[in-house]
C-alpha cells in the first residue's frame, strides 16, 4: 500500500494542471506515464518562481535528476480540477529534494506524490559541484525556512 509523503511545511508552489484528452485511458484515468509530465511542469514552475536575476544558460544544464519515486495513490479522473504542489524538502551542499503532491484541487486529495533528488553539476568537468549561493539563498528565501 502507498503513503503520501508528508510535508514538514507548508506548500508554497501551486501549479494548476489542465488534462488532456490523449493523457486518460480506455478507463477515464490518467495515463502513470503522464504524472511525471505533471511534476515537471510543478519543477519548472517552481524553479521559475524563485525569481533568481542570474544568467541561466538552458542549453548547459547544470541540475540533473539522480533520482525519482512516484508513489499513485488514487487514480485522477478526466473530469477532475487537479494541481501540483512543489516544495523543497532538503537542500544539501551540492543536491536538493523537491517534493510533490499532485492534488484534487477542491477536495486537496492527494492522487500521487513525487520526491525528486536533483545534483548540481559542473559542465566543464560533469561531476557534483555546490548549489550556487544565488540558488540557495533563492530557495531560503521563496521557502520561508532554513535547511539543517
Same mark, same amino acid.
Given at each position: 500500500m502507498n503513503h503520501a509523503i508528508?510535508? #514538514?511545511y507548508p506548500f508554497k508552489c501551486a501549479t494548476p494542471m489542465q488534462l488532456r484528452f490523449n493523457?486518460?485511458?480506455a478507463l477515464g484515468h490518467v495515463n502513470n506515464s503522464v504524472y511525471f509530465q505533471f511534476f515537471d511542469l510543478g519543477k519548472?514552475?517552481?524553479f521559475k518562481g524563485l525569481n533568481v536575476q542570474a544568467d541561466i544558460d538552458w542549453r548547459r544544464p547544470t541540475v540533473i535528476i539522480a533520482n525519482v519515486n512516484c508513489s499513485f495513490l488514487a487514480p485522477t479522473l478526466f473530469n477532475e480540477s487537479v494541481e501540483v504542489l512543489t516544495q523543497c524538502a532538503r537542500l544539501g551542499n551540492k543536491s536538493l529534494t523537491l517534493l510533490q503532491h499532485l492534488v484534487n484541487s477542491e477536495t486537496h486529495e492527494v492522487k500521487a506524490t513525487c520526491a525528486t533528488v536533483m545534483v548540481n553539476m559542473a559542465p566543464e568537468t560533469n561531476q557534483p559541484s555546490p548549489i550556487? #549561493?544565488?540558488w540557495r539563498?533563492?530557495?531560503v528565501a521563496f521557502e520561508g525556512h532554513?535547511?539543517?
Open positions: 508528508e510535508a #514538514q493523457d486518460v485511458d519548472t514552475h517552481y550556487p #549561493q544565488v539563498d533563492a530557495i532554513s535547511f539543517e
